[in-house]
C-alpha cells in the first residue's frame, strides 16, 4: 500500500476556514472594523427600546421565579439561571428595602445617549394593562433620568415559506 503526499491545498483550506471562522466571529463590540472610533449612536428612543425590552424578559424571569418559589424573591441572576453578562448588556438585580430592582445597561457605553435603564416586576402590570406598552426610567452618561414609553414588540411572523 502506497502513501499519498499531502496536498498544497489542504494548507490553503485551514487557512480559509480559520478566516472564515475569525470573520464569522465578530468583534463584539461598539467600535468600527476599520478602527476609527465607535459606531454611530442610534436615537435614544431605540436604545431605550432595546434595554426596556432586555428588562421586560429579566421581570418576567423573575416573576417566574418568585411564583415557583413561593414568593420568594432571587438572590442573585444565578438563582435565575442566568448570566449578568450578555454580549451587549449587563443584567443587575438590586434590593432596595423589600423591593427588588432589576436594571439593564449597555457592556460598552461609549457614545450612547442612554446607558441604562431600571425597574421592577410592575412593569409587567403595566404592560398588561396598556396593550404591551409599559414605562422605563433611563439613565444617560451623566446619571440623569427620563422616563421612556418601551413598545411592545413585534410579534414574530407566521408566514410559511411552503
Not at 496536498?7 to 471562522?21: D, E, I, K, N, Q
Not at 445617549?113 to 396593550?131: F, I, N, Q
Amino acid at each position: 500500500m502506497t502513501r499519498r503526499a499531502p496536498t498544497a491545498s489542504l494548507p490553503r483550506a485551514l487557512v480559509t476556514a480559520a478566516a472564515l471562522a475569525a470573520a464569522a466571529c465578530g468583534r463584539g463590540s461598539d467600535e468600527r472594523p476599520d478602527g476609527a472610533g465607535t459606531l454611530p449612536a442610534s436615537s435614544p428612543a431605540a436604545e431605550a427600546d432595546t434595554l426596556g425590552r432586555e428588562l421586560f424578559e429579566l421581570a418576567d424571569v423573575v416573576a417566574s421565579y418568585e411564583a415557583s418559589h413561593r414568593g420568594r424573591r432571587p438572590a442573585s441572576l444565578r438563582q435565575l439561571g442566568l448570566d449578568s453578562l450578555a454580549p451587549q448588556l449587563v443584567r443587575r438585580l438590586h434590593r432596595r428595602g423589600d423591593t427588588l430592582l432589576l436594571e439593564v445597561a449597555y457592556r460598552r457605553p461609549g457614545a450612547r445617549a442612554v446607558h441604562a435603564c431600571t425597574g421592577t416586576t410592575d412593569l409587567l402590570e403595566d404592560a398588561s394593562l396598556h396593550g404591551g406598552a409599559f414605562p422605563a426610567l433611563c439613565r444617560d452618561a451623566s446619571g440623569a433620568a427620563d422616563t421612556f414609553t418601551i413598545s411592545p414588540a413585534a410579534p414574530p411572523s407566521t408566514a410559511r415559506n411552503d
